[in-house]
């Protein structure tokens, strides 16, 4: 399938590889181009494409599956869970991105998004990391032999994937609190107050003594990647509660915990951390149900995530500023 690409969102892992800190460029090649959260249209179809047609707005999966025959999370097509680690990623590992004007691909990896949800497709991509860690969560406190009442969740930063963590979470009937760095009163905690959810500043509150000022919660989802806010996460879970982690802190961070009671209290309380990275096909659908969810929830929170669009010669300054929530370069504004 050929594909115009209409917009690229730029997060931490662009980055990291900007910073030559993460990915790698597809084989024989010496550089890589960038961009995994894409929104695309698509401009023409091979003879064997048969569930989409040009016009129709697509988003790419990220992973690709490893060639490996006994794989079976790759040959199960959820390279997610991919256990070779020999699985590419388009704009992070081995494979090109969709930072330029046109792009190709397959349709088994493209998943067509609704029209209406054009101006904020672009989010699809973070949300399923998301709406995957959901998924993964509901199954472990579906173990739990009772109905839980009320539940309350908190989200350790407050980056896209810390505000679409608090979104699905305040969509889902959790009684919600975000955590991040920046003030009280400042852009992010009145996003977050625009959910329904509350919002407690770093700055005013340290993390190990949060729990007295909030309360516990039955799921912690972490997205900040910062290993001292991770490992602190547990002591903040009510007894049989979930810890989600989804940041990546950097290989070698260092933090000290006394793990005798960390661990003494994961069993004494049923407790469970667990780790979740990308999304496969069905995370992609269901995230698209979300999003429309989301649209009639909170549309103008939703649209405010995405900070700033720009077109491709400002991709390299808003990669480097930084800034905002969601930065998006912009390649084709609309339909041609
Ligand atoms: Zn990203
Ligand atoms: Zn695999």
């Not at 972490?222 to 049989?240: D, K, S, T, Y």
């Not at 700033?308 to 808003?318: D, I, K, S, T, Y």
């Amino acid at each position: 399938m050929l594909l115009r690409v209409r917009e690229v969102g730029l997060c931490g892992t662009d980055r990291e590889i900007s910073a030559f800190e993460y990915g790698s460029p597809p084989p024989g090649s010496d550089r890589l181009i960038l961009g995994h959260e894409s929104l695309a249209e698509v401009v023409e179809v091979g003879r064997r494409v048969h569930s989409l047609h040009p016009g129709d707005l697509v988003v790419a999966i990220v992973r690709r599956p490893c060639p490996d025959a006994e794989c079976r999370p790759c040959r199960a097509g959820r390279s997610d869970f991919c256990i070779t680690g020999h699985f590419t990623e388009r704009g992070i590992k081995q494979a090109d991105g969709f930072l330029a004007e046109y792009a190709l691909d397959d349709e088994e990896y493209l998943v067509k998004v609704p029209r209406p949800l054009a101006d904020v497709a672009v989010l699809i991509e973070p949300l399923t990391v998301v709406s995957k860690a959901a998924v993964q969560a509901r199954a472990i406190l579906d173990r739990l032999p009772y109905e839980p009442g009320l539940q309350r969740g908190l989200v350790l930063g407050a980056g896209p994937v810390g505000l679409l963590g608090a979104m699905v979470l305040v969509a889902n009937g959790f009684e919600t609190v975000v955590y991040s760095r920046e003030p009280e009163g400042g852009d992010k905690s009145t996003l977050v107050q625009s959910l329904g959810a509350s919002y407690v500043s770093a700055a005013s509150q340290p993390i190990e003594t949060l729990a007295e000022k909030t309360g516990e919660f039955d799921v912690i989802l972490e997205a900040v990647g910062f290993a001292p806010v991770m490992m602190a996460a547990p002591r903040l879970l009510r007894p049989n509660g979930v810890v989600v982690l989804t940041g990546i802190p950097a290989d070698g961070a260092a933090t000290e915990i006394v793990v005798g009671r960390s661990l003494r209290d994961l069993v004494l309380k049923n407790q469970a951390i667990f780790g979740t990275v990308n999304a496969g096909r069905r995370d992609y659908l269901s995230t698209i149900q979300q999003l429309e969810q989301f649209m009639t929830l909170f549309p103008d929170s939703v649209r405010k995530l995405i900070t700033q669009r720009r077109p491709l010669g400002e991709a390299v300054r808003m990669l480097t500023d930084g800034g905002g929530i969601k930065n998006v370069v912009q390649l084709h504004p609309r339909a041609a």
